[in-house]
Antibody
Framework: EVQLLESGGGLVQPGGSLRLSCAAS????????MSWVRQAPGKGLEWVSA????????YYADSVKGRFTISRDNSKNTLYLQMNSLRAEDTAVYYC???????????????WGQGTLVTVSS | DIQMTQSPSSLSASVGDRVTITCQAS??????LNWYQQKPGKAPKLLIY???NLETGVPSRFSGSGSGTDFTFTISSLQPEDIATYYC????????FGQGTRLEIK
């Protein structure tokens, strides 16, 4: 059974940094691209970033480009999102999601974690 | 950027009703469209991929159709457990989602 467990969320001041983690199990982690998708309170879904299975290709939404960095450690089956220069509008539940196939990078979000809440406020 | 417009934004229907949600892309995206269900307080769930393919384990009352710019998501006979918000998502370019359709029981 695929399991994705996010951690690292919390309260941070504007301009601060936070690193999210997503521990994966139940599948061959290195074979699948992974994404981060966020949802502001009471709002819709927003794709944030994706990384290929090998980690060699990364993709970002314009809203986070230059501030967020996605990475993965395939030896630890863990996905990361380093978030710098945080803004109030980054406040959201952050989900990690696994792609549907081994040959796509951000096309499908087949399995999701339970999410971790990031609150940016002074 | 490709804009995805879902309609309606909210919908109230009775158990057993046929429910239809539409999603329009701002440009041709072929069949590069997925549908998700999100129940309150839960993570989204993939229901339909590539416009019309039913994800494994999803009940057959859910279906999708369309290509190009116009897509339709249908629940053939609404069940109480279908109360949720539904999102379309394109992946012709970097992915993005429609604004969602909140479905309620009448």
């Amino acid at each position: 059974e695929v399991q994705l467990l996010e951690s690292g969320g919390g309260l941070v001041q504007p301009g601060g940094s936070l690193r999210l983690s997503c521990a994966a199990s139940g599948f061959t982690f290195s074979s699948y691209a992974m994404s981060w998708v966020r949802q502001a309170p009471g709002k819709g879904l927003e794709w944030v970033s994706a990384i290929s299975g090998s980690g060699g290709s990364t993709y970002y939404a314009d809203s986070v480009k230059g501030r967020f960095t996605i990475s993965r450690d395939n030896s630890k089956n863990t996905l990361y999102l380093q978030m710098n220069s945080l803004r109030a509008e980054d406040t959201a539940v952050y989900y990690c999601a696994k792609d549907l196939t081994t040959v796509t990078n951000y096309e499908y979000f087949q399995h999701w974690g339970q999410g971790t809440l990031v609150t940016v406020s002074s | 950027d490709i804009q995805m417009t879902q309609s309606p934004s909210s919908l109230s229907a009775s158990v057993g009703d046929r429910v239809t949600i539409t999603c329009q892309a701002s440009q041709d995206i072929s069949n590069y469209l997925n549908w998700y269900q999100q129940k309150p307080g839960k993570a989204p769930k993939l229901l339909i991929y590539d416009a019309s393919n039913l994800e494994t384990g999803v009940p057959s009352r859910f279906s999708g159709s369309g290509s190009g710019t116009d897509f339709t998501f249908t629940i053939s006979s609404l069940q109480p457990e279908d109360i949720a918000t539904y999102y379309c998502q394109q992946y012709d370019n970097l992915p993005n989602f429609g604004q969602g359709t909140r479905l309620e029981i009448k």
